[in-house]
Every structure is written in C-alpha cells, then in structure tokens.
C-alpha cells in the first residue's frame, strides 16, 4: 500500500541515485562530493544516506558535463517521483489530464501535485500522444528502483496468473487491485471486463486509469474488499488476486458470521483464507480464480479445517510453489493457489495437483506449469506425474492430521522403480536429442536480391485467397454448466504452448466454429506475434483467435503461418494506437508461386517439429537432473564405476 505525500516545493535526490542519473557508480559521486568544493551540500537525510537538491544536482552535473542527455519522460519522471510515497498520486494526477486530452475533453482542474509540471505533461502529450505518453511514465513507475514500485505484482507472474484462470475472453475482478497489475495482465490475454477493488485510494484511481485510457472495459473501486465489498452479489469467470499478507486487522471480529464464509470462519491469524472464500464467492460456478499466498498458509495448523474443507468440496484445484524472487517479499518462495467454484450438485474431484516450481527461474519454469496445469484441468485423472516436479495427489492422502499442502512435500517418494523410470527418461531424453539433426530445415544463405513484392491478409481475403473468421467473443449467458464438460476447445494459450486443444466449452461461445486440418490460427492478444497451423479436426476455435482458412489452390497453409509469425508482421499487426491487440489483417505475406510456397512451407513445418522437439527435450532433461539427484540422494541409485 502507499500513502499520499505533498510533492516537496525543492525534491531530493539520494548519492545513489545521483549515480543513476549521471549513469556512474556510486564511487564516483562519493569521489566528486571529496574532490569538488563545488559539490551541492546535502540538505536532508542522515549522514549515511545524505539527501541532495536535485536541481542543484541536476545544474552541477550539467556544468561539469556529466548530465547525460535525458529523454523528455525520463527527465519529467526524475522531477514527478522525486517523493516515492507520492508517486502513485502524482501518476494518477498526469494521468487524469492525459486521459481527459485523450477523449478530447477540457483538461481538468490543475492537481497541486504536479506543480510546475504541468506544462511539461501536455508537452509530452503533444509529444508522443496521451495514451503512449501515459504508458511511458508508467513503465519508469512500475521499474524497481528510486520512483518505481518493488512491491507491484510482476508481469511475468501476473501472465501466468491469469493463463492459469484462462481469462481471455471473460470478465475478470481483482479484489486487492493494487496498481492494477493483474488487471493489466487480463487485459492482456483479451478479457472482456476488469473489474478490481483497492483500499488505497491513490492505487485505485491509477489502475482505473490504465484501465480507461486503454478503453479496457470496467472500473476500479476504492474501498476494503472484506469489510465493504464494492461488488456484493456479482459474480465473474475468473478472479485474479495478489492478497496483502499477514494483516492482523482484516475484520475477524466484525466479520465472524460472514456469508462468504462457506468452508469456515477464517482465524484471526489466517487473513490469506479469507480472501480465498472472497474470491470463491463472486465465481460462476466452473469459474476459476489464483490467488498469490504465503507459503505458511499450506501448512499452519490453524488454516487445517479450511483447508480440508476446500480439498472435500473440490474447491481447491491446485497449489504451485514458486521459486523465491517471483515477488515480494522477494526471499520467500510464494505459491499460487487455483480454485474453482464446484457447480452445483457435481461430484468432488478426487485429485489435486500440486507443483513444485521452486527451482530455477519464473519464466523458464512458467510454460511447464501451464502445460501440466491444462492436462490436469481436462482430464483431472491423467497421468500428470513428473518426479520432483507435480503430482496429482488424492484427496484422502492429503486430508491427513496436518493437511499440510506443501507441493515439495506430498510429491512421490523415490522407490526402487527409480532406476526404471530413470532409464526410460534418459532413453527418451536421448532420442529425442539424436533427432533434433534431423528436424532442422536445411537452409543457405540466398544470393543478394530484391526484397519482392508483398501483399496484405486482408487483401488475401478480398481475392478469395484465404477466407478470414473471428475472432469470436464469450456470450453474456451462463448456464451453470460445469467448465470440464462439452467439446475440446482451441485456447490462446493452447496455440502459444504449442499443445492440442486443452479446454471445454460450457456454452459460453459466441459462435461453434469447427477447426479443420489446414486451417491457421492466430491470437489476436499476445506477443510474440504466434501463427499455427490445425493438423486435426478435433475443435473448436476458442475465444480471441483468428482463423485463416487458406484456398489450398492459392496457399499453402504452411508458408502462410511462417510468414506471418515474423517479428516485421508483429511490428505491422500491432495497433499504432498503442492498444494491446494484434490486427492480422495487415500483415504481410511475400507474393511467390505455389510451388514455392510449398517448399517454403515444409521448411517452415519442419522448423514448427524442431520447435516441439526442443520444448520436450527442456521438459525430460529437467526431469533427468531430479530423477538422478534425488535417486543418488536416497541411495536408490549408485554411481556406475565402469562408465568413463
């Protein structure tokens, strides 16, 4: 949380990040304060962390020839968020005029906050426009460091938050918003709606901001979500929540006979299981919701009865540890907990996969998750087994004395079969690296030419080349219908992964497109620009894709899907806007002869088998390394003597 702080009349400026703004170290400030009589005396701070003047500084620098030229942002931002505690409030003001230039309307009353810099944010207005203007200073706000935010949700964990709830396509709500940081990554993945509550009032107004000035549907609430929940009775496909942690004073005593609280009454000390029930309570049934949570509340005896009871009532789906340094508090490796609201009258799965992701780095770890993750949430009885890594464990195993749901501790136990399992791993493992030679396309450098002649999708489309559907939307209606019931679906994150179809539709599809080998598909919502190319008719086209649909007398499916998955296309699709969605139809495609599309187009499909081939090669060496380790470990396997 953050609090609203008066911009002083005369900011300050720390040494280190004088060092920052010169872009030297910390030496060599230390080196001019001794060697320059000149040197502007600190005004403020303790003799250990000495405060400066910045314009003093910034006038210093600049006669000595050490001010290195700044961007017009980065120079506004250095004089907006000298008072870090008011850098949410001084954002939100520059955001408020920005959003006002934006829809064309009279800027609004000038906010004391921005002092003098008023003019310098219309400015930058004129500049860059105020969307993309507005974006700017949030990046250097959102950045860790002096002015910039350490405690905001990462986007990379937001990401996988909001790909474990599948939100594209659907409304989504953050009750402890923050700055908006999952809402962000809804936005992203292509919600419909972002709705989010926030306590502190400055955090609200700036993710509201975001949220308007990229025309993102919704709106951002002040207010406690526990004790005065600003959306009482509605309910969301999916809830997304990076919770505060351990606040004693979260409402035990006014909230005891809570109707939220249908797996029990939350004790004193377990706040984090009270916003689990919260979020529980505004999802349609099937909906999912992740919630970011201490590793201690998988664990504390007094969570022990919640817990079983969200386990029996099929409630909680899935925990995911996640290596330390995913977020703050940055030393302690947090989980991520995924619920879903069981629908009515539907029998209790019997499994709950838990992962142990706590090794290794966030974004090389996150595409595994998703994709045990998927497998698991289709078919909640498939082998999802990987040791050291996830296990879908029963329930009865886990409702035991402690109901302890810590992944690292309930995955399987190291038996004499390891030395089997290992031999199979490695003997896939080695395969699989043996054909890797093969699956690369042959290619040489091509002879200087002319670039060539290109035309647009949409031109494609106009001639009959290929035939342009979607992207559809979710529908408003809701029948209750459980989310793992229905025909296979075809999702963004299904296409980005590179895996079959992974969801069900439960009647909320706009439109039943059926897919056809041939076809390519195309989020419209994600970066990096992805094309695939369907091999099986097995689906349907899920929210937010595009699907071309090639005339196999004009193109050839294969070529059409590399050509567009280059980083040129992504550049050109993307909105000049600044918006977060891809418009394939300006794409480009090089104008060459069938013929040479189709031997263009199996370098690209074999290149599509390398890529494949990589992604499981990641997944079996990783599995290799903790097969071996834990097995040398226990003393279930020996090292062999006679191998060199």
Same mark, same amino acid.
């Given at each position: ?221 002040? =207010? ?21 942690? =351990?606040?004693?004073?979260? =409402? ?393």
């Amino acid at each position: 949380m953050w609090h609203t702080a008066e911009v002083q009349e005369n900011p300050t400026i720390t040494a280190a990040e004088i060092a920052r703004l010169a872009g030297v170290g910390r030496a060599a400030v230390s080196n001019w304060r001794k060697r320059h009589a000149d040197f502007p005396a600190p005004v403020g701070g303790t003799a250990t962390s000495a405060e400066f003047d910045l314009r003093q500084v910034e006038q210093w620098l600049h006669r000595q020839g050490k001010l290195p030229e700044l961007s017009t942002v980065d120079r506004l931002w250095h004089h907006l968020a000298r008072t870090p505690d008011a850098a949410p409030a001084v954002l939100a003001a520059a955001g408020a005029r920005l959003l006002a230039r934006h829809r064309g309307e009279s800027a609004p009353p000038t906010d004391a906050r921005l002092g003098e810099h008023v003019a310098s944010v219309d400015a930058l207005a004129d500049e860059l426009g105020p969307q993309v203007a507005f974006d700017e200073l949030w990046q250097r706000f959102a950045a860790p460091g002096p002015g910039g935010r350490t405690t905001v949700t990462p986007d990379g964990l937001a990401d996988l938050m909001v790909a474990l709830v599948d939100a594209g396509g659907g409304t989504v709500l953050d009750p402890a918003a923050g700055t908006g940081a999952t809402l962000r990554a809804a936005a992203r993945a292509g919600c419909t709606a972002a709705h989010g509550q926030e306590i502190d009032a400055d955090a609200a107004r700036l993710a509201g901001l975001w949220l308007a000035l990229h025309g993102v549907a919704g709106e951002v609430r002040t =207010g406690d979500s526990l004790r005065a929940d600003a959306y009482v009775g509605r309910t969301v496909d999916a809830v997304v929540c990076h919770p505060p942690f =351990g606040v004693s004073t979260w =409402g035990h005593d006014e909230l005891g006979y809570d109707p939220r609280w249908e797996y029990g009454t939350p004790p004193r000390t377990e706040p984090e299981l009270a916003w689990v029930q919260h979020a529980l309570t505004h999802l349609r049934p099937g909906g999912y919701a992740v919630l970011l949570m201490p590793p201690a509340a998988a664990s504390r005896r007094a969570g022990r009865r919640i817990r079983a009871e969200l386990l029996r009532r099929g409630a909680l789906r899935a925990v995911v540890a996640l290596p330390a340094g995913a977020a703050a508090p940055h030393g302690v490796p947090l989980h991520l907990w995924v619920l879903r609201r069981p629908a009515p009258d539907a029998p209790a799965p019997a499994r709950t996969l838990l992962v142990d992701a706590g090794a290794g780095e966030l974004t090389e770890l996150a595409p595994r998750v998703l994709a045990v993750w998927r497998t698991f949430a289709v078919d909640p009885e498939a082998d999802v087994a990987q040791a050291g890594f996830a296990r879908a464990v029963p329930v009865i195993e886990l409702l035991d004395e402690e109901t302890d749901l810590t992944p690292a501790r309930r995955q399987a136990v190291v038996t004499a079969s390891t030395g089997e399992h290992l031999v199979r791993t490695r003997d896939r493992l080695a395969a699989l690296v043996r054909e890797l030679p093969a699956l690369i396309p042959p290619a040489e450098s091509a002879p200087a030419h002319e670039a060539g002649l290109t035309i647009s999708v949409a031109e494609l489309a106009r001639t009959g080349a290929l035939e342009i559907i979607g992207p559809i939307r979710a529908t408003a209606a809701d029948d209750g219908e459980p989310a793992g019931v229905g025909p296979l679906v075809l999702t963004v994150s299904d296409v980005l992964a590179g895996t079959d179809a992974s969801a069900r539709d439960a009647g909320r599809l706009g439109r039943e497109i059926a897919l056809a080998p041939g076809d390519v598909v195309v989020p419209m919502v994600a970066r990096p620009l992805t094309a695939r190319v369907v091999a099986r008719a097995r689906a349907l086209l899920g929210r937010d894709l595009y699907l071309l649909r090639p005339n196999p007398a004009a193109l050839d499916p294969w070529f059409l899907a590399g050509q567009l998955r280059t980083s040129a296309n992504e550049k050109q699709a993307s909105s000049l806007s600044g918006t977060l969605r891809l418009d394939i139809r300006r794409a480009q495609v090089r104008r060459v002869p069938l013929e040479e599309q189709r031997a263009q187009g199996e370098a690209f499909r074999r290149l599509d088998a390398f890529e494949s081939a990589v992604r499981q090669v990641a997944v079996l060496g990783e599995e290799l390394i903790q097969l071996t380790a834990d097995g040398l470990a226990r003393g279930s396997l020996l090292p062999d003597a006679n191998h060199p």
